[in-house]
């Protein structure tokens, strides 16, 4: 027994303690936090995405603020690259401003360009010169819009700040999108160069996603006379239609008969299949 007290006696201070941290931790609004979160290690903190204030907004940018410019929401903020002083035409994407120069977008998109051309509303001043009226790209990220304008305004020209297939498939995206037919030709070549190792089916996936017929041909063909049998990665590069009909090329060819025929032939059984154009097309 006179072991047992000095035990029974912790046991109960301890029990004593914990009851009264939990009613220290009472919060205003009457919950308790439980007992067993003063035995456990703290949380690890996380950063809350920030947020910009409307006097911080205003203390930022000045030039905005003495115009009587005021931010729609928390959220909306200036981007901190692609805002230019100079620049002559505002977009908002997601909830960020972008303020560039309208002649880069004019010279070298026709959509751009015919979007330009096109009278305001009769007494209202045109969508894009203003924070307030800005022109809204709908269905664009600010992702995908920071790496387009990045080639547009290269931090250094002879070191692109875009040098990853996923930055130039944003940009080859873009580009198609709008009908920047030069830099849609400058995003193929670069992720030709980048996608030199990468398998035909991913290149394939790309091919039919913008249009890159030269890609095509050279890629199906590959897949459709590889030893190797297509695998699921394969099947959700290509899509449905296109894994059917390379199985049914492949189906074909693989008779010891059709495997002594002309690369020639083959390749155009291939062009046949998927209905590519020819050559001279």
């Known amino acids: 027994m006179v072991c047992e007290e000095p035990q029974e006696l912790r046991r109960e201070l ?16 009457g919950h308790q936090a439980p007992v067993s979160a003063f035995l456990l290690p703290p949380p690890p903190k996380t950063t809350p995405e920030p ?17 009587g410019f005021v931010p729609r929401n928390n959220q909306e903020r200036l981007h901190p690259r692609f805002y230019f002083a100079d620049g ?25 360009s015919s979007m330009f051309s096109l009278p305001p509303v009769a007494g209202q001043r ?23 304008l990045a080639v547009l305004y290269p931090l250094n020209f002879s070191t692109r700040d875009t ?14 999108r709008w009908d ?39 890629a199906l063909l590959a897949l459709c006379t590889r030893a190797e049998a297509l695998t699921l990665t394969d099947g959700q590069y290509l899509g449905l239609e296109d894994t059917i009909r390379v ?7 693989r008779y010891a008969s059709n495997f002594n025929r002309h690369p020639d032939s083959i390749s155009e059984f291939v062009r046949e299949m998927f209905a590519l154009p020819s050559k001279d097309a």
Not at 91 to 103: A, C, D, I, P
Not at 247 to 253: D, S
Request: glycine share 4%; charged share 20%; net charge negative.
């Open 163 to 176: 040098v990853s297939t996923d930055e130039w498939t944003s940009v080859l995206s873009l580009a198609t």
């Open 247 to 253: 199985g049914q090329v492949r189906q074909a060819i």
């Open 88 to 112: 002559n035409v505002i977009f908002r994407v997601e909830n960020v401003l972008y303020r560039v120069h309208r002649y880069f977008l004019e010279r070298d998109s026709v959509v751009f």
């Open 126 to 148: 045109p969508e894009g010169e203003t924070p307030e009226n800005p022109i809204v790209l709908e269905g664009v990220t600010t992702v995908d819009f920071d790496r387009f």
């Open 51 to 67: 947020k910009l204030p409307i006097t911080t907004f205003m203390t930022l940018y000045p030039a905005e603020a003495s115009r």
């Open 180 to 218: 920047f037919l030069s830099l849609r030709t400058l995003a193929i070549t670069r992720l030709n160069s980048l996608m030199s190792t990468s398998s035909a089916a991913e290149r394939v996936g790309l091919a039919r996603a913008y249009d890159i017929q030269e890609w095509l041909k050279p």
């Open 14 to 29: 301890m029990a004593s303690t914990l009851c009264w941290l939990a009613l220290a931790a009472t919060s205003g609004n």
